[in-house]
């Protein structure tokens, strides 16, 4: 056999060939990997917010319902009149956008459906959606379209809103 030597490769120009696609493949992996973490702790602080925020509506409902008990099952006039007696005004605010909550329970009757809104959240409180309280004291987080249709439900005199017009 007939050997040329130009046709040969060197062997330091192979192994330089051979690091360089695993350094770019370990920088790649590098990378998505701190992105993907960037990712995983920025929903998990989200999901914190979202959980403290759903928390302050949850302690509105156990003190309407404590409220109720006093006071021959009427509702409030206002949320202030609920909170402020027992010091506890920073439940007025959602602790996340700092947005005053919206109270829609001045006025209602004693033995409001549990699909009645209490309170809620701004539009737009948190990315995708509010927390909205109801006369059962369960919280559920809707987005905001959802919102602003019960919203505008609630602002035409319609509590509990009709469920044709919030699905």
């Known amino acids: 056999m007939f050997n040329c030597p130009s046709a040969e490769t060197p062997r330091p120009l192979t192994q330089a060939r051979r690091r360089l696609p695993i350094a770019a493949a370990v920088a790649v992996v590098l990378l998505v990997a701190i992105a993907g973490a960037y990712l995983v702790f920025d929903h998990a602080a989200e999901r914190a917010k979202r959980h403290a925020c759903a928390k302050t509506l949850s302690s509105i409902g156990q003190a309407m319902l404590l409220y109720q008990q006093e006071n021959r099952s009427e509702f409030?006039?206002?949320?202030?009149?609920?909170?402020?007696?027992?010091?506890?005004?920073?439940?007025?605010?959602?602790?996340?956008?700092?947005?005053?909550?919206?109270?829609?329970?001045?006025?209602?009757?004693?033995g409001a459906p549990p699909d009645t809104v209490i309170a809620c959240e701004p539009v737009?409180?948190?990315?995708?959606?509010?927390?909205?309280?109801?006369?059962?004291?369960?919280?559920e987080f809707v987005s905001n379209n959802k919102l602003k249709t019960i919203i505008a439900e609630l602002?035409?005199?319609?509590?509990?809103?009709?469920?044709?017009?919030?699905k």
């Open 76 to 110: 409030p006039a206002t949320l202030a009149v609920l909170l402020e007696p027992v010091g506890a005004s920073e439940l007025l605010v959602c602790p996340w956008s700092k947005n005053t909550h919206l109270y829609w329970a001045g006025g209602l009757k004693p």
């Open 155 to 166: 602002q035409s005199g319609h509590n509990p809103p009709r469920a044709e017009m919030v």
């Open 124 to 139: 737009g409180s948190h990315p995708g959606g509010a927390h909205v309280l109801f006369a059962d004291a369960h919280i």
